[in-house]
Nanobody
Framework: QVQLVESGGGLVQAGGSLNLSCVASGRTFRNYAMAWFRQAPGKEREFVAGISGSAGSTYYADSVKGRFTISRDNAKNTVTLQMNSLKAEDTAVYYC??????????????WGQGTQVTVSS
């Protein structure tokens, strides 16, 4: 079983930047794809970005392409989401997830507790 802990959420102004981090437990971290999802009030949880176990491939939702960057450091069991040019519609609870089935991070199995990101205008 994998345990995930997110951090880095907070309040930022539109156009600003914020970095989210996720620390995963277990020595098998590098074997699985990781992802960030988000859920805004009244909306379904949606895929934001994914990264393969080897960090060789990344995937992004159309809404964040060019603005967000996902990366990982397998030696430190961490996944980072760099968020730039933030918009009010990016406001949501962001979740780190482990994908045990696909290489894209789109099939989450384990979730972190979530971290709130609020973008003000």
């Amino acid at each position: 079983q994998v345990q995930l802990v997110e951090s880095g959420g907070g309040l930022v102004q539109a156009g600003g930047s914020l970095n989210l981090s996720c620390v995963a437990s277990g020595r098998t971290f590098r074997n699985y794809a990781m992802a960030w999802f988000r859920q805004a009030p009244g909306k379904e949880r949606e895929f934001v970005a994914g990264i393969s176990g080897s960090a060789g491939s990344t995937y992004y939702a159309d809404s964040v392409k060019g603005r967000f960057t996902i990366s990982r450091d397998n030696a430190k069991n961490t996944v980072t989401l760099q968020m730039n040019s933030l918009k009010a519609e990016d406001t949501a609870v962001y979740y780190c997830a482990v994908d045990l089935l696909s290489s894209t991070g789109t099939v989450p199995r384990y979730w972190g507790q979530g971290t709130q990101v609020t973008v003000s205008s």
